[in-house]
Antibody
Framework: EVQLVESGGGLVEPGRSLRLTCAAS????????MHWVRQTPGKGLEWVSG????????GYADSVKGRFTISRDNAKNSLYLQMNSLRPEDTALYYC??????????????WGQGTLVTVSS | SYVLTQPPSVSVAPGQTARMTCGGN??????VHWYQQKPGQAPVLVVY???DRPSGIPERIAGSNSGNTATLTISRVEAGDEADYYC???????????FGGGTKLTVL
């Protein structure tokens, strides 16, 4: 059974940094691309970033490009999101999700339960 | 940039058929995927590649895609189908995953 467990969320002041981690199990992690998707409370889904199986392909939403960095450690079955220069509008529940493909984006067949990031002074 | 448009809400009585649309320019040329999100839960994939269903998803849930509109149809609607439904595509031009704004299905 695929399991994705996010951690690292919390309350942070504007301008500060936070690093999210997603621990994956139940599948061959380095066979698939992975993504971060966020959801503002009461609102819709927004794709944040994606990374191919070997980290050769990276993608970012315009809203986070230059501030967020996605990475993965296949030896540790882990996905990361380094978030810098955080803004109040980054406040959201951040989901880790598994892609159906390895080297491009397609659809997300498994999701974690999310970790909440709150940016406020 | 490519935009996916979904109606904010759809209401249907139990046992009836719910149809939720996802509009986009020539969306029929893209592969469309659908997610169901119940309150307090993570999204779950219910349809991929326009009309295929992951294992465990009932045949009552069906997808179609043509022209400028993709549609998720739920037949014989049950109270447990009440949720938000999101369509999604991969925009190859921007290399971004895109989601529609979501449709809240209310079972009357």
């Amino acid at each position: 059974e695929v399991q994705l467990v996010e951690s690292g969320g919390g309350l942070v002041e504007p301008g500060r940094s936070l690093r999210l981690t997603c621990a994956a199990s139940g599948f061959t992690f380095d066979d698939y691309a992975m993504h971060w998707v966020r959801q503002t409370p009461g609102k819709g889904l927004e794709w944040v970033s994606g990374i191919s199986w070997n980290s050769g392909g990276l993608g970012y939403a315009d809203s986070v490009k230059g501030r967020f960095t996605i990475s993965r450690d296949n030896a540790k079955n882990s996905l990361y999101l380094q978030m810098n220069s955080l803004r109040p509008e980054d406040t959201a529940l951040y989901y880790c999700a598994k892609d159906s493909r390895n080297n491009s984006w397609y659809f997300l067949d498994s999701w974690g339960q999310g970790t909440l990031v709150t940016v406020s002074s | 940039s490519y935009v996916l448009t979904q109606p904010p809400s759809v209401s249907v009585a139990p046992g009836q058929t719910a149809r939720m649309t996802c509009g986009g320019n020539n969306i029929g040329r893209k592969s469309v995927h659908w997610y169901q999100q119940k309150p307090g839960q993570a999204p779950v994939l219910v349809v991929y590649d326009d009309y295929d269903r992951p294992s465990g998803i009932p045949e009552r849930i069906a997808g179609s895609n043509s022209g400028n509109t993709a549609t998720l149809t739920i037949s014989r609607v049950e109270a447990g189908d009440e949720a938000d439904y999101y369509c999604q595509v991969w925009d190859t031009t921007s290399d971004h995953l895109l989601f529609g704004g979501g449709t809240k299905l209310t079972v009357l």
